[in-house]
């Protein structure tokens, strides 16, 4: 594995925690959807 | 709200607004801005139907979220920024023939259950509706006797690793505990997500539902817990159940030829023809 793809690894785990951090904390309506926005946009090559 | 009352001119504009969504998926455009168009386009009419309250709540929740996950993934950028790769892979460029054959495909799929809904106001259904429209985006991806194994088995993968991590957050339900819970489980499935390997975009729809399901069944970002986290799993299996055989029905040779002479019908209505299944 190149050092890219294990930014994008860790970029990706980062998003996921900060966007599932943010929803647990502002509790808002539909804030389980973040990270799973911050996913899709993360898992794009 | 208005349109609703008129049930022909809210069928039309509805197939119309998903198949030019699905057009630009296919036409690969960007997918969070498809993501967010198709979950608007299935939850907010749905929603509206009972309670136009309860899609403004939605609406704004909507939004906050995609600011809050657009926030999270430009600071992620900042901490792991991207290494710019000597051979950066070209974008694979569809016609505009295949991209309409793609949609017109993904557009017959999701209809049937979308209008279902609607006709009967099922709105504890949105989440293997939108399931349904997330997956229908890639139709060639979940044709085949492999390509439907392999989705289902994604999504069971997706569920399982739910179910796990579930019990581990009821252990220890705390904010600390669920984020590192989670990161650790994103950079497991993260691995084989950016593997070079045709498998690899099933790991993130896995990963996907594993978010769906933790984030709406757990109490950490949702109402309820234990008893709709079995339901939602199941919905979400019939969904991709659903998926898979639907597409393989329309990809019956004989089946096949009767929606694409139908769609040519209909592409011939417009000026732009984007002349389906032509190619």
């Known amino acids: 594995m190149d050092h890219s793809s294990r930014q994008a690894i860790l970029r990706y785990a980062a998003g996921i925690g900060l966007a599932a951090t943010v929803a647990y904390v502002l509790a808002f309506p539909l804030s389980f959807v973040a990270p799973v926005l911050a996913a899709s946009i993360l898992s794009a090559k | 709200m208005y349109i609703y009352q008129y049930p022909a001119v809210f069928l039309l504009l509805f197939s119309w607004l998903l198949f030019l969504v699905f057009y630009a998926a296919a036409r690969g455009r960007s997918a969070f801005v498809v993501l967010l168009y198709l979950m608007a386009l299935m939850m907010l009419p749905l929603l509206g139907s009972s309670s136009?309250?309860?899609?403004?709540?939605?609406?704004?929740?909507?939004?906050?979220?995609?600011?809050?996950?657009?926030?999270?993934?430009?600071?992620?950028?900042?901490?792991?920024?991207?290494?710019?790769?000597?051979?950066?892979?070209?974008?694979?460029?569809?016609?505009?023939?295949?991209?309409?054959y793609s949609a017109w495909l993904s557009l017959l799929v999701v209809l049937p259950p979308a209008l279902l809904c609607l006709l009967f106001g099922m709105t504890g259904a949105l989440l293997p509706l939108l399931m349904i429209a997330i997956l229908a985006q890639k139709p060639d991806f979940a044709t085949g006797a492999a390509g439907g194994k392999a989705l289902i088995l994604a999504n069971l993968g997706g569920g399982l690793a739910a179910v796990l991590l579930y019990h581990l957050i009821l252990i220890s339900p705390t904010l600390p505990f669920t984020v590192l819970a989670l990161v650790a489980v994103a950079l497991m499935f993260g691995t084989r997500l950016f593997e070079d390997k045709p498998t690899a975009p099933l790991w993130g729809s896995a990963f996907s539902t594993m978010l769906v399901l933790i984030g709406s069944g757990t109490g950490a970002f949702g109402d309820e817990a234990d008893a709709k986290f079995y339901q939602r799993i199941f919905q979400i299996t019939l969904a991709v159940c659903y998926i898979v055989a639907a597409l393989s029905l329309l990809h019956h040779p004989r089946v096949k030829d009767a929606w694409l002479a139908v769609g040519r019908k209909l592409s011939r209505l417009t000026p732009n023809s984007a002349g389906i299944g032509n190619g």
């Open chain 2, 52 to 100: 136009v309250d309860m899609a403004n709540i939605v609406s704004y929740g909507f939004l906050l979220a995609a600011l809050t996950a657009l926030a999270c993934v430009m600071l992620a950028q900042i901490l792991f920024p991207v290494i710019e790769d000597a051979t950066e892979t070209q974008a694979v460029s569809v016609s505009n023939t295949e991209a309409a």
